[in-house]
């Protein structure tokens, strides 16, 4: 299987879902999807296209677009082939539906987003605080207007 042939049948499935879907290399390719029908097209992704692997699922901010991405990065045990999606989310209402129902390892990726950036994922068997002190829940730390970021007392250790 290869990225042409992926993104044939992805776009051929959902032609009103999949949009901007393009191949960056033989092994890379870039798609976005309507958020509502995120975990369909992660199904389909994993049960027709052998993508069985979550590889990581993450929150990006764009205050200036008042949009909030929800970058998923999904790998193949059986192809080289590796898809990022992405679902993009009104800032001032981010919800998805979990994709922990096809993908078990999105439970705690979704929880970290949640607690960081204020995604909240819909049907999520445990949608709780995971990382964050009990003081700064809600603060959603990872959004570019949060006070402080980015943080640039850090130092660099290396």
Known sequence: MDAN???SSLTGKFPEDIF???IESEIRIVAKVKPENV???CRYLKEDL???HLCCEFGVDYPDRNEIEVIYVIGSYEHPVVLTMKAILPRD???VES???VYWNANWYERETYELFGVKYLNHPDLKPLVLPK???GEWPLRKDYKGFP???ARNLV
């Open 99 to 101: 994709v922990v129902p």
């Open 93 to 95: 209402n981010p919800e």
């Open 50 to 52: 052998s993508f069985g």
């Open 20 to 22: 901007d879907a393009n």
């Open 5 to 7: 042939s992926i993104i």
């Open 151 to 153: 943080n640039k007392t």
């Open 39 to 41: 975990v369909e097209v």
């Open 135 to 137: 003081e700064m829940l």
